[in-house]
């Protein structure tokens, strides 16, 4: 029988919002390390829908239920938010050989960066391998119905948010 050193992971992202693939990377991630790290990232270049705050709240709320997970914020380089956080890996989800090459670059870039981190990548479940925050965020500014892409709190904050954007927005 063989040993595997159970460690802190880190799962950095947007998440603007956090859908049902996320979650799929976040379930799996929690039975493969002792601590999964759900760590939103405060890029405001990318002029996200919610806000940092927001987007924290929702992901607490949808990884609440799993075992050993949390949720955080970063605003700094990421491998030195991992370091910061006591940990060497770094968790990255593929849905499609369209994402590899950048995320493959990101992984080379952090490991110059910090040379002891590790980037995994995970693929989420087939049902997801299509989608994307920026997908649901489309579907849903356009009236579409988006309860099978999130969780039922975020489809919620989706309809208030585009409600506030333009009048009644419906999810």
């Not at 705050?53 to 030195?80: G, H, M, W, Y």
């Not at 709190?153 to 585009?162: E, P, S, Y």
Request: aromatic residues 8%.
């Amino acid at each position: 029988m063989w040993f595997i050193d159970m460690r802190t992971a880190i799962y950095p992202g947007s998440f603007d919002p956090i859908t049902n693939g996320h979650l799929d990377i976040v379930q799996r991630a929690a039975r493969l390390f002792d601590r999964v790290i759900v760590a939103v990232a405060q890029n405001e270049t990318k002029k996200p829908l919610f806000t940092t705050e927001e987007r924290l709240d929702l992901v607490r709320q949808c990884i609440a239920p799993i075992a050993n997970t949390e949720a955080d914020s970063f605003d700094d380089l990421l491998v030195k938010y991992v370091a910061r956080k006591g940990s060497q890996v770094i968790i990255r989800g593929l849905r499609a050989v369209s994402d590899f090459e950048f995320e493959f670059q990101l992984a080379l870039m952090n490991r110059k960066l910090e040379g002891r981190i590790e980037t995994i990548f995970m693929m989420p479940k087939e049902t997801y391998t299509f989608l994307s925050s920026r997908i649901v965020k489309e579907i849903a500014r356009l009236g579409g119905d988006v309860g099978c892409f999130v969780p039922p709190i975020v489809q919620q904050a989706l309809t208030r948010k585009l409600g506030e954007r333009s009048g009644g927005a419906r999810v």
